[in-house]
């Protein structure tokens, strides 16, 4: 890649990703990487950052990398950690703070005229997050501000391109984080800022021709943002040489499949749409627990999926949406220098008869990227903005057993509620949003007969990776608007509630 490109070494801080966002938010590339596993290419990188760690360097677990080919021949950021880390192992001294060194501060400036500084004000809040401080700066060390608790705030090495700050910059409330990031990445390491949506197609596309050349590829597109974004990046590296399936489980919204069929065919891309309603209900029926629902969903897409595969002659290679946040290598917290991987696999695994080889396009950026990547490539805005939607589609949506009925009922609440959102201008400030099909009857009353019917719940989450969340306020007007459409037009239902809680402890989907 001719990409100037940043190494952030990781040393297991809830943070390490939002720096790596903020970096490549300045169109600056950067990979994050365990601070005990770096890359062997060191040379490609033009500057280094440290992370936070949720460790001490006092503690037993010593994560203490040899940073001798670093310090002192590349600039160098040491954030929180990484500064507490400079100072102990470099003629410094850290001790447990005896102040509380938590949220905002003010930093007041020693060396205002510090380029490091530029462009940022005396006073500018920033964000502390730690139990040690530094007492006594390393050899060679230069004060350069300082906070009301935190005399050592930010510090550099005298000689060398190597600063260090006690805060977080990554983090929003540390006002001018980002500014900060830029001045010692621009100014200072000289890195250009050429990473943007269009170069990465650029360099993807040119990537895959090399890699996968002739050779055919299939894809399982689901609909959602990940697999299409995906998709058209092979097709414009590739063309009819990626075949790709799209599967109707019997469980996606109401008219999905077809909508989005025809929106794929009118992006010109290969692809083929398998109805396989009627064998994944058929392999659903009688189970009620929900990983026995998962499992089935799971096992069939990978028969269905599998089937089809097997009519395209000799494909080699499998391509998958597998973006950054599932591939980054996650420093353990607790375990000494063991850096445990995640391992991913999109389409649930595929048996290893099949033998192909993995293509993913999309494995070192995250979401926010691929929507950006998707909207350069000219890919529908209404799909790039659709709300995640879980693999086991509607499956995990109908508490208890799946039937065709209840299938009916769900999509058509559901399709309530969702077109709703979108006509009253709300789908865009709701995270994720579905109907839950609950395994209770209540009783009601129609007219003047009594009904014993079905009730759903209704749920909409506010959220940036679906790991926390929180239930979005819905005005009353509106819940009361879908309650009463779904109430008179969907057969089946004459209760609706509205979910009202968090996660944790809840979680967003019922099973
Ligand atoms: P939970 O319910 O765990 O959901 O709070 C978090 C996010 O993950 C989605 N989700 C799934 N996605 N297969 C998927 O592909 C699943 O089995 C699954 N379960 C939950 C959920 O929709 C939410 O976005």
Redesign the pocket.
């Known amino acids: 890649m001719e990409q100037d490109q940043v190494l952030i070494l990781d040393f297991g801080s809830q943070y390490t990703q939002l720096i790596a966002r903020r970096v490549r938010e300045l169109n600056i590339y950067c990979e994050i990487h365990p601070f005990n596993h770096p890359p062997k290419e060191l040379e490609n990188f033009k500057a280094v950052i440290l992370s936070g760690s949720p460790n001490s360097v006092r503690g037993t677990t010593v994560l203490h990398p040899d940073l001798s080919e670093i310090r002192g021949k590349k600039p160098l950021l040491a954030v929180c950690y990484g500064a507490q880390y400079l100072a102990h192992f470099s003629g410094g001294k850290v001790a447990p703070s005896n102040t509380r060194e938590y949220g905002r501060a003010n930093l007041s400036f020693i060396k205002s005229d510090e380029i490091f500084f530029q462009k940022i004000s005396e006073g500018s809040q920033v964000w502390m997050s730690h139990s040690d401080t530094i007492k006594d700066l390393p050899t060679n060390g230069v004060l350069l501000a300082s906070t009301k608790d935190v005399e050592n705030a930010a510090y550099k090495i005298d000689g060398e391109d190597t600063f260090a700050i006690q805060f977080h910059p990554e983090v929003y409330h540390s006002k001018d984080g980002k500014q900060l990031l830029a001045n010692f990445l621009v100014t200072i390491a000289k890195v250009a800022q050429t990473w943007t949506p269009d170069s990465f197609v650029e360099s993807t596309v040119a990537a895959i021709k090399e890699k996968v050349g002739n050779d055919k590829v299939v894809l399982g597109l689901s609909g959602g943002v990940d697999s299409t974004v995906a998709a058209v990046l092979l097709h414009k590296a590739i063309g009819k040489n990626l075949y790709c399936i799209f599967v109707n489980n019997g469980l996606l919204r109401k008219n999905e499949f077809e909508s989005v069929l025809t929106q794929y065919e009118g992006m010109g891309l290969n692809v083929k749409g398998v109805d396989a309603s009627q064998r994944f209900l058929d392999k659903l029926a009688g189970i009620s627990d929900p990983e026995g629902k998962?499992k089935a969903i799971g096992s069939t897409f990978i028969d269905v999926f599998d089937d089809e595969a097997h009519h395209i002659q000799d494909v080699k290679w499998l391509a998958q949406g597998t973006i950054y946040p599932d591939v980054i290598e996650s420093v353990s917290v607790n375990g000494g220098p063991s850096a445990t991987i995640k391992s991913h696999h999109n389409v649930g695994g595929l048996p290893d008869y099949m033998k192909l080889q993995i293509v993913e396009p999309l494995r070192m950026i995250f979401k926010d990227e691929v929507r950006r990547v998707g909207a350069s490539m000219g890919i529908d805005p209404e799909l790039l903005g659709r709300h995640?939607?879980?693999?086991?589609g509607l499956g995990?949506r109908i508490l208890g057993d799946i039937t065709a009925e209840k299938v009916r009922i769900l999509q058509e609440v559901d399709a309530i509620f969702i077109n709703g959102l979108k006509e009253d201008g709300l789908y865009d400030k709701v995270w994720?949003a579905g109907a839950m099909l609950l395994p209770v009857n209540s009783v009601g009353v129609m007219g003047d007969e009594r009904t014993y019917e079905k009730v759903v719940a209704l749920r909409a989450v506010e959220s940036t990776d679906?790991?926390t969340?929180d239930w979005v306020d819905l005005p009353y007007k509106f819940l009361q608007k879908t309650s009463n459409k779904i109430i008179n037009q969907v057969k089946g239902v004459n209760r609706v509630v509205y979910d009202i809680s968090s996660?944790p402890p809840a979680?967003?989907?019922w099973e």
Do not use: L
């Open positions: 998962r995640p939607f879980p693999g086991p995990i994720q679906g790991m969340a996660k979680t967003i989907e």
